[in-house]
């Protein structure tokens, strides 16, 4: 995950097609990248990013 905002912290959550939260990290430091390991299988998922300012990013990832 590449961030917008630097210098704050976000809450990370990966949610599958069927709406399943499979992944959910709190107080990530935004100044560097931060890699999610996600299953093998080719699936789709969202991933919502809400800083700590109350901005959410929502963000579309195909896993081939």
């Known amino acids: 995950v590449r961030f ?5 912290t976000a809450t990370i959550e990966v949610i599958d097609l069927t709406g399943r939260v499979i992944l959910k990290k ?3 430091n935004t100044n560097a990248d931060y ?4 299953s093998k299988a080719p699936s789709v998922y969202i991933v919502n990013i809400t800083y700590a ?7 579309k990832t195909i896993n081939k």
Do not use: C, H
Request: hydrophobic letters at 30%; aromatic letters at 0%; zero cysteines.
């Open 4 to 8: 917008e905002n630097q210098n704050t």
């Open 26 to 28: 709190a107080n990530i």
């Open 53 to 59: 300012d109350g901005k959410v990013v929502s963000k």
């Open 35 to 38: 890699r999610i390991e996600l």
